[in-house]
């Protein structure tokens, strides 16, 4: 059996999945129960009268020229947050498995697991320490239930990057035990590469790629998982069966078109110039405490009153999200435009 097979759930990997109903678009479809005619208003390529491929080829094609991995390794989800949950159902055994998480993190790792009744063992990135990942305190916490230990690199809330050298020292030793998903939904923001470069040679690496912020999709629900082709094909197990709705395939397929690419590689770079005038003008502010550095689209701050800030933020028209339950007195300001940017300047000044 394979270390794949071994590490997944037994009834998975034993699990007779359903089979989609064929696609070969010269023939006529009485194969689906679909009906022959658009609705009204369907103008859409395909026509949304009929199923959707479920892993669009020329989708995946796109997404794994995009992301630098071979097309086998990708599989296209309902966002990261589809990627999640199907890692946990997929290798989690209820009242048996455990995940890992480093909060404070994104608190999905966290839900998803409960959700599936697996155990959360969380080794906390310390403030003291920068948000650092410690792989020593991660290593000794480690238990053999432990299946997934998620990572987020730059880490949300918080806006660091994670180092490298830690995120791989930890893959290395859990290597065929473990595997090691790293959420790279902030990358594209980052002055670093993803690491996609590492998946070949690791193959306990998983990595969950989004369309939805750098690419402005947030609203179409496309993310990438990427891992080894044998874990791939066992989360297609239990996806759903016809996951990504056309018009989500269709508006992904425009993001990945050069002239799309080139422009949201020009806002990445507006939004990265306004996150820098942000770090420097935010603690010149009166009663901010701390900016934290970042390498997302996103700030962490530290206020001597973060209820106030809060208000004067609504008063002026702008939702920041509160942060306090992970890091204290602390408010997580997304990075907007210019104009946005500036409204929340003017109140808090
Ligand atoms: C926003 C976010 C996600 C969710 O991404 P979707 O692709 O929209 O589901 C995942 N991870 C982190 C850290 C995020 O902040």
Known sequence: MSWVAQLARPDIVALESYTCPVREPGLTRLHANELPWRSLGDDSPAGLNCYPEPQPAELIAGLAQLYNVDATSVLATRGIDEGIDLLVRGFCRAGMDAVMACPPAFVMYTIAARIQGAEVLN?????????????????????????????????????????????????????????????????DFADRESLAHSLALRPQ????????????????????????????ALLRKIIAPFPLPQPTTDAALRALQPAQLAATRAAIRRVCSERTRLLEVLPALPRVKRVWPSDANFILTEFADAEQALTRARAAGVLVRDARAYVPDALRITVGSEGENDRLLEAWS
Request: charged residues 15%.
């Open 123 to 187: 080794v906390p990135l310390r403030a003291e320490n920068a948000f650092a990942l410690d792989p020593e305190a991660l290593l000794a916490r480690w238990t053999a239930a432990v299946k997934l230990v998620f990572l987020c690199s730059p880490n949300s809330p918080t806006g660091n990057l994670l180092s490298e050298a830690a995120i791989l020292a930890v893959a290395d030793a859990l290597a065929g035990r473990s595997l090691v998903v790293v959420d790279e939904a902030y990358i």
């Open 205 to 232: 690496l998983v990595l969950l790629r989004t369309l939805s912020k750098a690419h402005a999709l947030a609203g179409a629900r496309c993310g990438s998982l990427l891992a080894h082709p044998e874990v791939v």
